[in-house]
């Protein structure tokens, strides 16, 4: 399936960041992206997924694409969700990763609300002991010192406001699993094997409802698996965007 963009032959990726992370949080991919007409959103700082999904298709549009294949990981994979409740059309196919298509649980929600309340209280230097344990899997956390250190370090510096505010929009996203079935384009979903968020359980459930679906778990890697096993998730990511490009 080419795409006959008059500047490049290759259909547009866009990848779409976890929370509270960054668009350098792609840095790793970016390689494997080139040749392709590429978009890395900032999507931090929504009070709503919609609205980030809404700033995603005003940034396609100012480029004049009419469809890309979004690539998006945990809050990434969110709001992959609510672009095909918004606009399927624009879809040359999808990679869900480290994601799921639930809403919160009421406990969930009171986390996150909790978590907004202590940032407004004390800062952000509690996020790192907050979320590292469940970001990075065990292997990166006894193997990987230097990445364990990168991911605090990165922690330690996200804007308060912006997290409060998707704090907000993680908490309020509604349920996407009525939408999996009707997701027809190809779909790659991949998973940590490490990953306890958002686990290969959860991933496998998509993968069942997806109809064009296939699902990969990478090896040693938790829930930020692009930044824990690069060499796995490029690789698959790679050969994924070969098959729509051809
Ligand atoms: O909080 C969640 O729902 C799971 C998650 C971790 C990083 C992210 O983007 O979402």
């Given at each position: 399936?080419?795409?006959?963009?008059?500047?490049?032959?290759?259909?547009?990726?866009?990848?779409?960041?976890?929370?509270?992370?960054?668009?350098?949080?792609?840095?790793?991919?970016?390689?494997?992206?080139?040749?392709?007409?590429?978009?890395?959103?900032?999507?931090?700082?929504?009070?709503?997924?919609?609205?980030?999904?809404?700033h995603?298709?005003?940034?396609?549009?100012?480029?004049?694409?009419?469809?890309?294949?979004?690539?998006?990981?945990?809050?990434?994979?969110?709001?992959?969700?609510?672009?095909w409740?918004?606009?399927?059309?624009?879809?040359?196919?999808?990679?869900?990763?480290?994601?799921?298509?639930?809403?919160?649980?009421?406990?969930?929600?009171?986390?996150?609300?909790?978590?907004a309340?202590?940032?407004?209280q004390?800062?952000?230097?509690?996020?790192?002991?907050?979320?590292?344990?469940?970001?990075l899997?065990?292997?990166?956390?006894?193997?990987?010192?230097?990445?364990?250190?990168?991911?605090?370090?990165?922690?330690?510096?996200?804007?308060?406001?912006?997290?409060?505010?998707?704090?907000?929009?993680?908490?309020?996203?509604?349920?996407?699993?009525?939408?999996?079935?009707?997701?027809?384009?190809?779909?790659?979903?991949?998973?940590?094997?490490?990953?306890?968020?958002?686990?290969?359980?959860?991933?496998?459930?998509?993968?069942?409802?997806?109809?064009?679906?296939?699902?990969?778990?990478?090896?040693?890697?938790?829930?930020?698996?692009?930044?824990?096993?690069?060499?796995?998730?490029?690789?698959?990511?790679?050969?994924?965007?070969?098959?729509?490009?051809?």
């Amino acid at each position: 399936m080419a795409f006959g963009y008059a500047w490049d032959m290759s259909v547009p990726v866009i990848l779409l960041h976890a929370f509270p992370y960054s668009p350098a949080m792609w840095k790793e991919q970016l390689w494997v992206v080139q040749g392709h007409p590429v978009l890395v959103p900032d999507i931090l700082g929504f009070e709503s997924l919609e609205s980030a999904a809404a700033h995603v298709l005003v940034e396609m549009d100012n480029r004049g694409w009419e469809k890309a294949v979004f690539v998006g990981l945990s809050m990434g994979g969110y709001v992959i969700f609510r672009l095909w409740n918004l606009e399927p059309e624009r879809f040359a196919g999808l990679v869900l990763a480290d994601t799921r298509a639930t809403s919160d649980t009421p406990e969930q929600k009171a986390a996150r609300a909790q978590m907004a309340l202590r940032i407004r209280q004390e800062g952000t230097g509690f996020l790192p002991e907050a979320l590292l344990p469940g970001h990075l899997g065990g292997t990166t956390r006894t193997r990987n010192p230097a990445l364990v250190e990168q991911v605090r370090q990165t922690l330690l510096a996200v804007d308060p406001d912006k997290t409060i505010a998707s704090l907000k929009g993680l908490a309020e996203r509604p349920d996407s699993v009525p939408l999996l079935p009707d997701i027809a384009i190809p779909a790659l979903i991949l998973v940590g094997e490490e990953d306890t968020l958002t686990p290969p359980a959860d991933a496998r459930q998509m993968a069942v409802q997806i109809p064009d679906s296939r699902m990969l778990i990478i090896p040693q890697a938790g829930h930020l698996a692009n930044l824990e096993n690069p060499k796995a998730f490029n690789t698959a990511l790679l050969g994924f965007l070969w098959e729509i490009d051809h």
